[in-house]
Nanobody
Framework: VQLQASGGVLVQAGGSLRLSCAAS????????AGWFRQSPGKEREFVAA???????AYAGSVKGRFTLFRDNAKITVYLQMDSLKSEDTAVYYC????????????????WGQGTQVTVSS
């Protein structure tokens, strides 16, 4: 599976942004799909994920502001980000895997290249 993340730009605090992760080369619909982010000097952290069965999970810091949804017909996963804050600034990575704990990066086998999101205050 190859993943291509896109949509990261500079946006003002309080604004919205939608990231996309397009998959190719495999049966993407049978994989869990997740978004992680990494800021300079910090470890990669979980943002949101959806299981192949449809159930989803969110990090506490983004719950209520971010929404993840997948379109299996288009083999794309989207991350809708609303009410953005400066602390959301990071490189965002999408990933696909079959790990039991969808919040753990070790459960993902395939990673996109990352897309930069910058939120100005």
């Amino acid at each position: 599976v190859q993943l291509q993340a896109s949509g990261g730009v500079l946006v003002q605090a309080g604004g919205s942004l939608r990231l996309s992760c397009a998959a190719s080369g495999g049966t993407f619909r049978t994989y869990n799909a997740g978004w992680f982010r990494q800021s300079p000097g910090k470890e990669r952290e979980f943002v949101a994920a959806v299981r192949w069965s449809g159930s989803s999970a969110y990090a506490g810091s983004v719950k209520g502001r971010f929404t993840l949804f997948r379109d299996n017909a288009k083999i794309t996963v989207y991350l809708q980000m609303d009410s953005l804050k400066s602390e959301d600034t990071a490189v965002y990575y999408c990933a696909a895997g079959k790990g039991v704990n969808i919040a753990e990066p070790t459960g993902y086998y395939y990673w996109g290249q990352g897309t930069q999101v910058t939120v100005s205050s």
